[in-house]
């Protein structure tokens, strides 16, 4: 009897403490890139490509060292205001979501308190424009923000974009709702098990599997440890170049 109401009471504490983690924000700088239309953030260091093809839009950043973690942030939102408290130059009383889908590289050649502001070890978003625009004012340049990590929304389920050649797949995993961040992906041949496969760059994931001809399965974790699983998103006759879209996402 006892045990179970120390379970209970660790278990009542622990989710106060994740809903309290969930809810803190943090102090880090934001400036913008791109240009007004955004067309300067499509590409970028996580893969995606085309933002609106790959579920993401105008309302994207990128994230300095600190914060890009070698790419594990890709597809992660964030939830970022102006901090009216240190500059006159907030949108008052407005906020953004961003997804992250680049990243804002260190210029040792300038201070990081003039210009380099991606520098290590500064937390620093580089938003799309119009993102920027709707928390702060354009000819202020850079301002201090607060940010915290938010679910991510996106319409529909996860994408998986194939790459490469026969023994050699990249698999682009993109429109991950939820945490948006992924941490480990698998992928299952119609004959195969499960194969784990590697982060190769940003978003996209390597099999060295020869999958040609086999209908193919997802599995994806996110980094809040949830997993996903997309049975038989691409056909047998599926081919490098193509995109599948599964009907499965986080919630
Ligand atoms: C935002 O609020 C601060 C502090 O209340 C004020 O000084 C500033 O002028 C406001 N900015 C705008 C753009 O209204
Ligand atoms: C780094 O900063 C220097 C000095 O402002 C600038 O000339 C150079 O173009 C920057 N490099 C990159 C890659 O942006």
Same mark, same amino acid.
């Given at each position: 009897?006892?045990?179970?109401?120390?379970?209970?009471?660790?278990?009542?504490?622990?989710?106060?403490?994740?809903?309290?983690?969930?809810?803190?924000?943090?102090?880090?700088?934001?400036?913008?890139?791109?240009?007004?239309?955004?067309?300067?953030?499509?590409?970028?260091?996580?893969?995606?490509?085309?933002?609106?093809?790959?579920?993401?839009?105008?309302?994207?950043?990128?994230?300095?060292? $600190?914060?890009?973690?070698?790419?594990?942030?890709?597809?992660?939102?964030?939830?970022?205001?102006?901090?009216?408290? %240190?500059?006159?130059?907030?949108?008052?009383?407005?906020?953004?979501?961003?997804? %992250?889908?680049?990243?804002?590289?260190?210029?040792?050649?300038?201070?990081?308190?003039?210009?380099?502001?991606?520098?290590?070890?500064?937390?620093?978003?580089?938003?799309?424009?119009?993102?920027?625009?709707?928390?702060?004012?354009?000819?202020?340049?850079?301002?201090?923000?607060?940010?915290?990590?938010?679910?991510?929304?996106?319409?529909?389920?996860?994408?998986?974009?194939?790459?490469?050649?026969?023994?050699?797949?990249?698999?682009?995993?993109?429109?991950?709702?939820?945490?948006?961040?992924?941490?480990?992906?698998?992928?299952?041949?119609?004959?195969?098990?499960?194969?784990?496969?590697?982060?190769?760059?940003?978003?996209?994931?390597?099999?060295? %599997?020869?999958?040609?001809?086999? $209908?193919?399965?997802?599995?994806?974790?996110?980094?809040?440890?949830?997993?996903?699983?997309?049975?038989?998103?691409?056909? $047998?006759?599926?081919?490098?170049?193509?995109?599948?879209?599964?009907?499965?996402?986080?919630?």
């Amino acid at each position: 009897m006892e045990k179970v109401f120390v379970v209970l009471f660790l278990s009542l504490w622990a989710s106060q403490l994740g809903g309290e983690a969930a809810q803190q924000w943090a102090a880090a700088t934001a400036t913008f890139y791109g240009g007004s239309d955004a067309s300067g953030t499509m590409g970028g260091s996580c893969g995606y490509g085309n933002m609106y093809s790959a579920g993401y839009g105008t309302a994207t950043t990128a994230l300095s060292t $600190a914060l890009y973690g070698d790419g594990a942030s890709c597809g992660a939102c964030y939830l970022i205001t102006c901090d009216a408290t %240190a500059t006159k130059w907030c949108k008052n009383g407005t906020s953004v979501t961003v997804t %992250a889908t680049n990243y804002c590289p260190p210029n040792y050649s300038e201070s990081s308190d003039d210009g380099g502001w991606c520098n290590p070890p500064r937390r620093h978003f580089d938003m799309s424009q119009p993102a920027w625009e709707t928390i702060a004012v354009y000819r202020a340049g850079i301002v201090p923000v607060k940010y915290t990590r938010t679910p991510c929304k996106r319409s529909g389920g996860i994408r998986f974009g194939i790459s490469g050649h026969d023994y050699y797949e990249l698999v682009l995993v993109s429109n991950v709702a939820g945490s948006g961040a992924v941490t480990a992906a698998w992928v299952k041949g119609s004959g195969t098990d499960w194969l784990s496969m590697s982060r190769n760059w940003g978003e996209n994931w390597q099999s060295n %599997a020869y999958l040609t001809g086999e $209908a193919l399965s997802f599995k994806v974790q996110a980094d809040d440890g949830s997993v996903v699983t997309a049975y038989n998103v691409a056909p $047998a006759n599926w081919q490098f170049g193509s995109t599948y879209q599964s009907d499965v996402n986080f919630s």
